[in-house]
């Protein structure tokens, strides 16, 4: 399924209820994961090669361009946070194996090209589980002309090291290093075939049902605190 799986939380418990009388296999476009570099932190983290983790800042950028009349309305578009903010909650929610405890957002829709509804900027704070904090920064504005459309990062503070994620390509310093690294990009899996052998119970989907429930839930209540302007705990 596209993301997010639902618009509003009503939709979202009536598909978590169908889905719990079905089993059927689910899973959702959050195929960031299997991108090189954001695979390649995931692996790290696992390795312990940063410590236990403190603070998570990501950053989605994308260019805006003109758009389809469907992201101009809330009720179709279903926001900017839940729409490309996603990608980023989800990373922060996978990489630190935590869930998150509370967020304050805040989304503007000035400076939207004539988008109607549309969020042009927007910001997420989250506190999770074991007082990690973790910030998302969300926005359209990348230039027309930059080389790609968007311009994904994350950064990742650990006891012992950090890993960032730019352009592609992952660094890390920790006490082994002796100063920033290029770490070698490892080989993700392959995403449809990844749900492809979901489907035949060989393995369990690196994206599965709950994930993309939870990752949903979790922006659209950071959609809720920007549009109320206070914190939700979840």
């Excluded at 090669?49 to 994308?62: D, N, V």
């Excluded at 900017?80 to 998150?100: C, E, M, N, Q, R």
């Excluded at 973790?134 to 311009?151: E, F």
Aim: neutral net charge.
């Amino acid at each position: 399924m596209e993301k997010p799986v639902a618009l509003s939380i009503e939709e979202l418990e009536e598909l978590k209820s169908v889905w719990k009388q079905t089993k059927v296999k689910l899973s959702s476009m959050l195929g960031l994961r299997y991108t090189p570099h954001f695979w390649t932190a995931y692996k790290l983290i696992n390795e312990n090669k940063i410590g236990r983790i403190r603070l998570i800042h990501a950053q989605k950028s994308y260019k805006l361009g003109m758009r389809p009349d469907f992201y101009k309305q809330r009720r179709t578009y279903g926001g900017t946070i839940p729409w490309v903010g996603i990608h980023a909650i989800d990373w922060i929610y996978w990489l630190s194996g935590k869930k998150f405890k509370s967020v304050f957002a805040r989304h503007s829709k000035l400076y939207n090209n004539d988008h109607g509804e549309l969020e042009a900027t927007a910001f997420c704070s989250f506190v999770m589980e074991d007082e990690i904090f973790a910030t998302v920064n969300i926005d359209y504005l990348r230039p027309n002309d930059a080389p790609t459309h968007d311009d994904d990062r994350i950064r990742v503070v650990g006891t012992n090291g950090i890993i960032e994620v730019i352009n592609g390509k992952v660094f890390l310093i920790n006490n082994e290093t002796k100063g920033v690294i290029e770490v070698h990009l490892e080989s993700p899996p392959i995403v449809f075939l990844d749900f492809i052998n979901y489907v035949r119970g060989k393995d369990e989907c690196l994206v599965n049902a709950e994930d993309s429930f939870y990752v949903t839930l979790s922006s659209l209540l950071a959609r809720q605190s920007a549009d109320e302007n206070r914190v939700i705990t979840f």
